[in-house]
T-cell receptor
Framework: DTEVTQTPKHLVMGMTNKKSLKCEQH?????MYWYKQKAKKPPELMFV???????INESVPSRFSPECPNSSLLNLHLHALQPEDSALYLC?????????????????FGDGTRLSIL | GENVGLHLPTLSVQEGDNSIINCAYS??????FIWYKQESGKGPQFIID?????DKRQGQRVTVLLNKTVKHLSLQIAATQPGDSAVYFC????????????FGSGTQLTVLP
């Protein structure tokens, strides 16, 4: 079992709906990440939070809105999504931000939320 | 069984044989490399990592080899089991850059009974 927990596991929503994806880790990690993964493709980075602050936004459309309420939680708010946004959304965490000098440590992933947009 | 790089995204091996999954990475300045295993319906699972100052690292039934001269990374799985069937991703971290993990395109490993 993964130590990064994501809910819900599956989500079906219409293009006008508003929903949120949740991620939680209790490993004391200070960096958290959102990735998008399409079928048979590698994960693509969306957002990075470092010490609860948004550090990197990989030019993600504004219909995706991340939030980090505290060091253990990461949310991804969804609004007015498009059918092409259907994918597996993965959360990950690491002890320290990825780009730090002593940051050669792995990211640990949750099992993702399978999102389908109707 | 062995694949010969990203041109062959699938690899089939007999149960009990050794598997070799190859990865050609892109940046000679990369200083850290990870192998992930992703089973169907699950997230990537960390298998093993290696720093650029090493050539080889061993784990339980797995060995990672790093050849910086030709920018090549391989994952060797000993005595492959049905539970090893999954997609395997290599990932590199670019030293001195704000960018994150860069994933390879993945290799589908299928273990035949």
């Amino acid at each position: 079992d993964t130590e990064v927990t994501q809910t819900p596991k599956h989500l079906v929503m219409g293009m006008t709906n508003k929903k949120s994806l949740k991620c939680e880790q209790h490993m004391g990690h200070r960096a958290m990440y959102w990735y998008k993964q399409k079928a048979k493709k590698p994960p693509e980075l969306m957002f990075v939070y470092s010490y609860e602050k948004l550090s990197i936004n990989e030019s993600v459309p504004s219909r995706f809105s991340p939030e980090c309420p505290n060091s253990s939680l990461l949310n991804l708010h969804l609004h007015a999504l498009q059918p092409e946004d259907s994918a597996l959304y993965l959360c990950a965490s690491s002890e320290v931000p990825w780009w730090g000098r002593e940051a050669n440590q792995p990211q640990h992933f949750g099992d993702g939320t399978r999102l389908s947009i109707l | 069984g062995e694949n010969v790089g990203l041109h062959l995204p699938t690899l089939s091996v007999q149960e009990g044989d050794n598997s070799i999954i190859n990865c050609a990475y892109s940046n000679s300045a990369s200083d850290y490399f990870i192998w992930y295993k992703q089973e169907s319906g699950k997230g990537p699972q960390f298998i093993i990592d290696i720093r650029s100052n090493m050539d080889k690292r061993q784990g339980q039934r797995v060995t990672v080899l790093l050849n910086k001269t030709v920018k090549h990374l391989s994952l060797q799985i000993a005595a492959t089991q049905p539970g090893d069937s999954a997609v395997y991703f290599c990932a590199e971290k670019w030293s001195g850059s704000a960018r994150q993990l860069t994933f390879g395109s993945g290799t589908q490993l299928t273990v035949l009974p």
